[in-house]
Structure formats: C-alpha cells, structure tokens
C-alpha cells in the first residue's frame, strides 16, 4: 500500500469539505473493494475518508411507499432489519447470500453501488425496483446512475448518502454464484410495482454491468409465472464468456434465475 | 497401551499454540536489523532480459540494496537441482535446461524474479520495485503441451530439443500389444488431470541470517524437510557451507508438497544476508504464491484397457504428457514416473501393463509433487476407466472391479510395486452398506421427480506411501535415501524428549508420535515433548511428504524407543535386583512380573544420570537414536463411493453423500486420521469441481487469485462419511500405512465417475464446474 492520510469525519459535510481539500481522495465505506485494491497498489488515493462512522449516513426506515437504506449501513444490519424484511423481503435475501459474513459485516450499500462491479448484486435490486439514489448534492435515478463496468452518474466528491426503493407488489432474486469469489455468475432481480409495471435486472452476465432484460419482463407483463418464461430465448450476444461460464450459459443463467426469482416473489 | 496410546483420540497438543494464535511462523521471526526482500518477478511468460537499470531506485529511501541475477552468477552461485534422474526409453538422460534463482538472461514464466530489492521495511522495498526498470524483449511464448509439443514451436531451453524433457516408459510393450490383440473387449479414453495450485494457508517465507564473526548462516524458511533443505542448499548452491547452516521449520502452515522445495526466495535471502551483512526476511504474498509454488498434476493421457470374455483385464496401455512448466523444480522428474506409473495397476489384477509418460516444458510455472503426487493422477485414470468400462461392457461397475482385485498377498504388479497386504473387497462391501447402494435406483428416481439428475460413482483406489527403501529409489534414480531418523532422550527427572527428522505442518505429529512413547511406557503424552524443524537440534532427517511420517518416521521412533527401553529395564533390574527378563513395563513403572516390586520411570531415568549404581560397564544416561530404513512401500487403499445431484438449469453439482472405507492399517489417532481423511478428500473434491490453474495462449496465468481460482469452502462439500477396515501392514513394526495423502487420491475420480453417471456421458473434464457440466448436459440435448 502507498501511504496515505486516514480521516474520519462526523459528518456529511465535514466529509465532503475534507474532499474539496484533497482532490486526490477517496471515501472509504465497508472498505472490501478498496482496501484490497490500494494493497494491491491499484489504487493510490492522497487521502482515505472514512464514511462508515458518519451517523447520518447509517440506519433503515421503511414508509408505506419505500425503504430507505442509508449509504453506510452495512449489509449485516440490513439483513437483521425488521422494517426491511417487511418491506422488500427480496433485499433482505439478497443480501443475505452477498459475500460472506466477515464481507457483510463491513461491505455498504453505498460502497456496493458506488463501485458498481459487473458482478455485484445490489445494482440488479436498484434497476428492478427503479430506486432512487440520493447523495448530497442531488437525487439520481437508478435507470441513469449505472454506466458501465465499475461507472457511475456520480461526480468524484459526490456522496451517495442513501437509496430509496419503492415498495413493489412482489419481488424476487435469484443468484448463481461465481465457484471462485461468489459474486454473481449471473443474478436476476425481478419486480411487479404496484402499478403493474415488470421490471428485471440481470448482473453478473453483461459485459456492459447490470442490465434490463425486456424478454423477459415482456413474458411477465403478459404472464407473471415462472412457466411463462419457458419459451422465452435470451441472446447471448454481449454477454461476457470467461472460464467459469460461456456467454450461452450465462444466456442460461439469465432465464432460469428469472424463473427462480418469480417463484421466491410468490 | 494406556489411555492415551495408540489407538487412542487424543485432542492436539498443538492445537491450543494455533487456536490461541501463538503458533511461531516464519514471518513471525524479529531479528534486530532485519531488511526486508521483495523480488522484481517477470510480467512476461518468455522473454530475454536486454537489461537492468536499478539506479534510481538504490537511491531510494529505505534502499540497502538492488541485486540482480547477474551477481549471482558472478558469486558462482549454484543452479537449482532436480533430485531424480529419470531416463528417457532409448537410455539417454532426461534433458533438463538450467534454473538460475534470478534469471540472468531469459525469463521464462510469469513470476520468474530477474532482481530482488532489499530494504528497511517491505514498503520501501515495493516503492523501489517500481523504480527499478527492467527492458525486456518478448519472445512467443507455448503456454500449453500441445502448443509446446507442435512443430516450429518455440523453445525454452536449448539443452531439450522439441521441449521434451524425457519420453519415459514402464512395462513390457510387446506383451502388452499380445494381451490386445487377444481382448474380447477394448475400453478407450481420454482424461485431463487438471493443474493445481497447492494453496497452503501461509505463504512461503525466509529469513535468513549472517553470522560474519562465525562465517554462519541461519535460515528460518517455510520447509516441509529443513534437513534437505540445508543438504541442497550446501551442496549444490555455493551458499553456505553444511556444518555453518543452520536451517529452521518452525510452525508451518501448510504444505500439500509445495514446501519440499528448495526455491530461489530462499537461496536469495541467504546469499543477500551475507551481500548486505544485514538480515534479509521475504514472506511471500498471496499472488506470488500463486505465481511461484510449485504446481501439481497437470496430465493429459489416453488410455485402453483389454478385457477378455469373462470381463478379467487382460492388459492396460497408457500414454501420458505430463507438464513440468518451465523449469525442473526439486522432485519434479519423479512424480509423473516412479509416483504415478508405479500405480498403475490399481487394485486389480492387470496381467501386463505398458506405460509411456512423455515429459514436456512450457511456458509455466514448474510443477511438482503435490499432495499424492502421481498418485491421483494414476488412481483417476485407473478408476475412471473402470467405470468407463463397467457401462461399455454392461457389468455392474462394483462386480466388475470384485471380479478382477487382486486377492492374493504379496501381489507383484507389472509397474515394480509389490503389494505387501490388502483386502479390496472389504472396503467396497462396508462402502456399498454404508451407501445403501440397493436403494440407489429408487433415490434416483425421486431426484428425477424433483427435476434433479442423480448419479453415483466409485473410485476403488490404491496408492503408495512410506516412501521408501532407499535402496530400492536409488536404484530408480533417487539422489536421496528415504530412510527416518529418531532420537528418544529420556530426561533425569523422566520426562521425554523425541527428536525426530520428520516435519509437523499440520499432520498433528506432537500429538500422535508423543501417543506412542506414552503407550509404550505407560505414561501420560504430556510427559513427552516431540521436537523438530530445527537442524541444530535434530539429527539429520529425511522430512514429511508421501504420508511417511507413521510409517517411516515413527518407526525409527519406535526402535529408539526399543532400545531406551532395553537399557532402561537392564537398570531397573540392577536397582530392584531382579532378572533383566522379568521387568515389565507398566503405566510408567518398571515391575519385576508376578511381585509387587516396582520403580517408576523417574527413578531409573535418575538413576541412569546419578550413575551412581549402574550394572558394571553400563554406560550413563538414557538416550538412544535409530535410523529407520522402511523394507517396501506401505499400501494404503480403500473404496470411496460419491452421490450426486445436478441441478439441470444451472449445472450445478451437488454431492449429496460421500463415503469413504479407507485401509490404513493401524490408527495412531483415529480423530486426526478422520481429519486427515476430510481434509484429502475437500482436496480432490476441490481438483474434480472447482479448482483448476488457467493459462492464457501468452502464457498469462488467469487464475492468480482468489477471484478467479476456486477453493473449496464448506459449503462445497457435504459431510463426509468416514470409516475404516484394516489389514495391519506387515512392512513395519506399528502395522501403520499413512493416511495424509488417501483422501486427495481417491475422491476426484468417484466424483466424475457420479457426475458422468448422471449425465449418460463420459465427455466432461475436471474442474467439472457448473458451466461445464451445463454444456455437458446440451451435448446430451443435441445427441437426443
Ligand atoms: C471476499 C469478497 C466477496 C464479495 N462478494 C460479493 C458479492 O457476492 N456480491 C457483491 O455485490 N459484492 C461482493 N463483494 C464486494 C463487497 O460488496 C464490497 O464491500 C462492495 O463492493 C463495496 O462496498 P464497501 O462498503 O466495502 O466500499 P469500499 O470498498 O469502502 O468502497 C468502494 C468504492 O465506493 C466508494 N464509496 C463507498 N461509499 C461511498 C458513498 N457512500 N458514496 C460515494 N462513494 C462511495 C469508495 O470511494 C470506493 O471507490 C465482495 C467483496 C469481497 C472482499
């Protein structure tokens, strides 16, 4: 690791005007993407700031409309979260099998989305559920804030400060792990909001990141049933092809875990 | 035999150091004045190194010193050695290119070190690095055996024509060509066993240390065998003298093989410690662990079985390429011959057998013995073309492997090996039982129900451990004697020391070589302290690999202890004024037989240093060593049977039961040998579903990490069903055959032989992961 300066700010604001002083910074969350990355020495920030003690930026609330999952909150407190297991149960599940437990104790939804890995689960749940990400200066909407691999809407002194995920009618997830880091080989996040729209997001299996898949949230409009996707083909064009799965198998994976989420969302 | 001797589950002594954190590794080691190496490694598979410009980064902060591999060759300094000379069938040497610690000129692996830098803290010797420009010129680069082996291919060393280290055989041809010819039936196949990446939890580390007063070496180093190491590295390395080397193992966290090894790390650090008169420590990171540990298996092979009309094996013809990488690491040569051929005729009778083994360089890194080292790669060809030819032949595949095991002990096998004791059929009985191999259909008709392929698979395997009657290697080869040496010093007060030449990196040997001096004499283990790992303080001693240490390293044990024991009875007799013929030994005292005259261990021991009323001409003290020659190689063998589910969607292969009869003759420990046995066992597991090192067309590695090479976790294996069957082996004196390696050998083919059950073909190769296995199952779809 290169040195660097560790900082640890009370707030929001303290923590971006640390920003606008050291250009060459870097928030630091959970710190299981970037801690191995500047070991590695990838990645060489000036300065380390540190948002995982920031109050304001920890904890769950749930209206009759959303949940609203702070920035910092980490994936274990999401998973023990009363409010969110009532919610969007398929949140709750899908983080539950993210990482492994020493990863969910420290790994953030902000930091999840922020780094917006290919193979990341979270992002398949923000583009399915059409959230909202608020950071301190601006709400973002989830169907523009994904830009490719490991990119996002977010300016450098941007702080995601919480997502904000309308209550759908049902919801699911579905998620083949990759044998080697257990990220998603490919994982399937499929909605019904309470309009009736169908929403689906595919990770893990586009060489572009996350991913809609229109074939398949046609098939559900019309027939919201695992069955209904029997017939549907998904292209394997664009799809990435590596030694643990070829992009026909990950054109696979796209409608079996749909299948599999539509019937975890009952 | 006392409540903690052998036989006995005795819980780790050991274990209380790791579980509390206070093992001592090697990265452990503080030394006042320690630097700290890192090496400057190739990025590229195959290149010439134009040169090496280290003058900004000597003046660095922190810098002591840039070396780079042309010092080494101006110190003389010795190139790495292989240890077995194999030759090739037309008589000629194997062909073997050399291996400088630090490339001079050509690199030829992604991770080859061309220059190491040493510094005041491993940080500013990273910095450095950086620093330090290296012009390389690439050169193509054969990443694979069929790309070495095609014409026009380019070389690695001009010393082996056509990259072909040797083209090796065993058995007779012409009698095995008569067997074909005469076959009913001929079951052909071809198998690829997969490269691995050994993995051990603790990287590889050195530190090593100049005496300048005393023209002295210390190295604390990652070894499995400190003793060779010290050997190799006087010997042949221009490095240190023998007599002024003292080479330590300390606690070392794993080894599965890849620490047999003398590697240049260590090599550099101590020629370094000497260069820069400071001590130099390198603890290896994870990726160069990946990069740089010794590799193993890596075999493709074709191979055919003749069956006559009764379904008896008539022969077995066997071609194999086996991939050294780009370098002949320590033991390499011996692994795919002498580890691997030997093997060949599992447990069956094979009337002739004809084996050929073709050695090839690429551009990889160098492979070698790893955890059953040949022995896998044998006992997954043998089994999986038993069940191959089970379904060709339309035999059940139990009854067909029944009708051919050898039943008559010794049985001498066409591959040299002589197997000394056995009973297969045992092993498969109490495996079929404990499967409930009759309620197999009804199971495989319920997974269907739920929309799941079962299958079911065997893998009756045998293999060789105790390695070896020193004679019988040298005779192959072998620069080494595999002989054990064992020291029992019996202190005054009676409390026992055992100083052994094997090495602990996570066998458990504190606990179950301390259970057999304790049963002997009837005392407590904690009376007894096992020391090794330390060149200073053991005598020499030959190390731990190829499951020896029951076999060969406590044997010695136990005839050191055969003669503390005789002097110790020759003394208690003289004190009680008894016949020396009347003294027994029981929980700790010496007892005149049908008296009640006694005296305690304690007593005799005293006695034996006071020597002060010791029988005439007696010498003092209470302290005997041995060296223990093994006659064979021990025969560990058993039958595993492997249940799985695939999941047709995702391909995802689910071992829904595993059991595992194994032959290990006589437990020590029956706790630590059934961990022995699960740990083996997630190791193949591991090699048929998950693991597997990738190289790119350029000689890029695509798994060097965590990421991208899959280990086994907890989840990936079911809970294992071990037991045991026995047959005492009669080659030493504890009956023992070693068990450290079975679990490793056995399993990965009886989880292929279930996965192509319930796939219907034979047409998948290991790693069988789930995206393999899914394009297995469309193959099946299109044949439809
Ligand atoms: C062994 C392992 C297994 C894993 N498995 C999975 C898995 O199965 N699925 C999965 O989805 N992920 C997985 N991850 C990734 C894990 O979820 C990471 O923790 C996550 O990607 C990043 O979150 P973090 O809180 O650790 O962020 P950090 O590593 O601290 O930061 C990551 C990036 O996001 C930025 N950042 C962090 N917080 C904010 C914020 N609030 N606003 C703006 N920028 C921010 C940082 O500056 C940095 O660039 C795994 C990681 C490991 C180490």
């Known amino acids: 690791m290169y040195e660097t300066t560790y900082h640890r700010p009370a707030s929001i604001d303290e923590a971006a005007a640390l920003f606008a002083k050291h250009p060459e910074a870097k928030y630091l969350a959970g710190g299981h993407t970037l801690i191995p990355v500047m070991k590695q020495r990838l990645a060489a920030p000036s300065d380390v700031i540190d948002l995982a003690k920031i109050k304001e930026m920890i904890g769950i609330e749930a209206t009759s409309d959303a949940l609203i999952i702070k920035a910092a909150t980490t994936y274990y407190d999401i998973t023990q979260s009363a409010a969110a297991k009532k919610a969007i149960p398929a949140i709750v599940y899908l983080t539950s099998v993210l990482g492994d437990p020493a990863v969910r104790y420290r790994g953030t939804i902000g930091g999840s989305i922020a780094n917006n890995d290919p193979a990341a689960d979270y992002p398949a749940a923000v583009l399915a559920l059409g959230a909202t990400i608020k950071t301190n200066t601006r709400e973002i909407k989830g169907d523009d804030f994904f830009q490719g691999l490991f990119s996002t809407a977010l300016e450098d002194n941007e702080i995601i400060t919480s997502v904000s995920f309308p209550i759908p009618a049902k919801a699911g997830y579905a998620k083949m792990r990759h044998p080697a880091s257990r990220f998603a080989l490919t994982g399937v996040f499929v909605a019904q909001t309470k309009s009736g729209e169908v929403r689906v997001a595919a990770t893990g299996a586009s060489q572009n990141g996350v991913m809609r898949v229109p074939a398949i949230e046609a098939a559900l409009k019309a027939n919201w049933s695992a069955g209904a996707l029997d017939g549907v083909k998904i292209s394997a064009d664009g799809l990435m092809s590596d030694i643990h799965g070829s992009a026909e198998y990950r054109a696979n994976l796209i409608k079996v875990m749909a299948q599999r989420a539509v019937e975890a969302a009952g | 035999m006392g409540v903690e001797g052998i036989g006995a589950r005795v819980a780790r002594k050991e274990d209380k150091r790791f579980i509390t954190g206070r093992g001592r590794y090697v990265d452990d080691v503080k030394i006042v004045g320690l630097t700290h190496a890192h090496f400057i490694r190739s990025p590229h598979a195959h290149a010439k190194v134009k040169g090496i410009d280290a003058s900004a980064a000597k003046d660095m902060p922190g810098v002591v010193d840039v070396l780079t591999a042309q010092q080494l060759v101006d110190d003389k300094i010795g190139n790495l050695i292989c240890g077995w000379a194999v030759s090739s069938k037309d008589g000629s040497p194997m062909k073997m290119g050399a291996w400088p610690a630090m490339a001079p000129d050509t690199v030829r692996f992604v991770g080859q070190a061309v220059a190491v830098v040493i510094a005041e803290t491993k940080n500013q010797a990273k910095d450095a690095a950086e620093a330090v420009v290296v012009e390389y010129e690439e050169l193509p680069a054969v990443s694979s055996m069929t790309a070495a082996l095609a014409s026009g291919a380019p070389q690695l060393h001009p010393e082996a024509p056509g990259n072909v280290v040797y083209d090796w055989s065993i058995g007779d041809e012409k009698l095995t060509k008569d067997a074909f010819s005469k076959a009913a039936n001929i079951v052909s196949l071809d198998l690829t066993n997969n490269r691995l990446v050994p993995n051990a939890m603790e990287p590889r580390a050195a530190v090593a240390e100049y005496d300048e007063a005393e023209e002295h070496f210390t190295l604390h180093t990652t070894s499995q065998n400190p003793h060779v190491a010290r050997l190799v590295l006087s010997a042949f390395y221009n490095v240190a003298q023998e007599h002024k080397l003292r080479v330590i193992a300390p606690d070392v966290g794993g080894g599965f093989g890849s620490k047999i090894f003398i590697y240049p790390e260590e090599m550099v650090a101590l020629w370094a410690s000497k260069k820069v008169r400071r001590p130099v420590k390198w603890t290896g990171d994870r990726t160069e662990a990946f990069l740089t540990d010794a590799h193993g298996r890596d075999h493709i092979s074709h191979a055919e079985m003749a069956f006559d009309t009764n379904n008896k094996i008539l022969g077995l013809r066997v071609k194999t390429h086996a991939n050294f990488g780009a370098y002949m690491s320590l033991f390499s040569s011996s692994v795919p011959t002498y580890l691997y051929a030997t093997l060949l005729s599992g447990q069956y009778n094979i009337p002739t057998i004809y084996a050929e083994v073709m050695g090839v360089y690429t551009n990889t890194t160098p492979v070698d013995a790893y955890r059953g080292a040949g022995r896998p790669e044998a006992s997954y060809l043998v089994e999986r073309l038993m069940e191959t030819s089970a379904r060709q032949l339309k035999v059940d595949p139990a009854e067909l492997r029944r009708i051919n095991f050898v039943t008559q002990f010794p049985h001498q096998t066409p591959v040299i090996m002589a197997y000394d004791i056995g009973d297969f059929g045992a092993s498969l009985d109490a495996a079929l039982k404990a499967i409930d191999y009759a309620g197999f259909p009804a199971r495989k008709a319920k997974a269907k129900a739920a929309g799941k392929l079962r299958g079911l698979g065997f893998s009756c395997y045998i293999e060789a451990c105790g390695i070896a009657p020193s004679k019988a290697v040298g005779s192959l080869g072998a620069g080494v004697g595999l002989w054990e040496s ?82 110790a009875k020759k003394i208690a007799a003289h004190l009680l004024e008894a016949s020396e013929g009347d003294i027994v030994i029981e929980n700790g005292e010496f007892k005149v037989t049908g008296t009640d005259k006694a005296i305690a261990l304690p007593m005799v021991a005293l006695a034996a240093y006071t020597a002060h ?88 590695p695509v798994t060097a990490s965590f990421m991208d090479y899959a280990m086994p976790r907890a989840d990936d294996v079911p809970s294992f069903r071990v037991s045991h069957t026995t047959t005492l082996c009669p080659g030493n004196p504890l009956g023992v055959k070693g068990c450290g390696e079975a679990g490793a050998i056995g399993s990965s083919p009886a989880v292929i032989n279930a996965i192509t059950d319930a796939l219907g073909h034979n047409r998948i190769e290991m790693p069988a992961t789930p995206g393999r296995v899914w394009e297995a199952l469309q193959l099946q779809q299109a044949a439809e």
Do not use: W
């Not at chain 2, 066998?507 to 007894?528: C, K, M, N, P």
């Not at chain 2, 292969?653 to 046995?677: H, S």
């Open chain 2, 486 to 567: 064992a020291e029992v010093r019996v202190n005054p007060v009676g409390t026992i020391e055992v100083l052994t030449g094997s090495h602990s990196h996570g066998q458990g040997h504190e606990t179950t070589f301390a259970q057999l001096v304790a049963g002997r004499l009837g005392i407590s283990v904690d009376q007894v302290q096992i020391v090794h790992g330390d060149t200073d303080k053991v005598q020499f001693g030959m190390g731990t690999y190829g499951s020896r240490s029951a076999a060969v390293g406590m044997s010695a044990i136990f005839k050191a202890m055969e003669k503390v024991e005789a002097k």
């Open chain 2, 613 to 700: 009323n010791l029988p005439d001409g007696m010498e003092p003290g209470l302290k005997e060593g041995a060296f223990y020659d093994p006659t064979n190689f021990t025969f560990p063998a058993g039958a595993y049977i492997c249940e799985v589910e695939i999941d047709p969607g995702t391909g995802k292969v689910d071992i829904v039961d595993f059991v595992a009869v194994d032959d290990f003759g006589r437990l020590i420990n029956p706790m630590i040998v059934e961990g022995q046995v699960h740990g083996g066992l997630a190791q193949g597991i591991g090699q048929a579903l998950l693991e597997g090192a990738v190289y790119d067309d350029n000689g890029q």
